[in-house]
């Protein structure tokens, strides 16, 4: 199951064949840019980031606008 899910997440390529996902080759696609997300069983923190840019960093690749990712993170800090 991991191997597969790192391969979906663009961790790791297969040494044969094709991934598709919603009929969508996904080889060549940065993990960043891939419609899917992994959650780490530990801690994936920056540590050279503050607590706000952690938390806002997912938000900035998913290309939200700035004012909505300061309220987003103001709230996620409450």
């Known amino acids: 199951k991991s191997t597969l899910l790192r391969m979906l997440a663009g961790f790791e390529e297969p040494t044969a064949g094709r991934i598709l996902l ?3 080759d996904l080889r060549g696609i940065p993990p960043y ?3 899917v997300n992994m959650m780490f069983q ?3 923190l920056f540590p050279h980031m503050t ?3 952690n938390i806002a ?3 900035k690749q998913d290309g939200m606008p700035k004012p909505d990712i300061a ?3 103001g ?3 409450k």
């Open 42 to 44: 530990s801690y994936a």
């Open 33 to 35: 840019r891939r419609p």
């Open 51 to 53: 607590v706000e840019n």
């Open 57 to 59: 960093f997912g938000l």
């Open 75 to 77: 709230e996620m800090l």
């Open 71 to 73: 309220a987003r993170v």
């Open 22 to 24: 919603d009929g969508q």
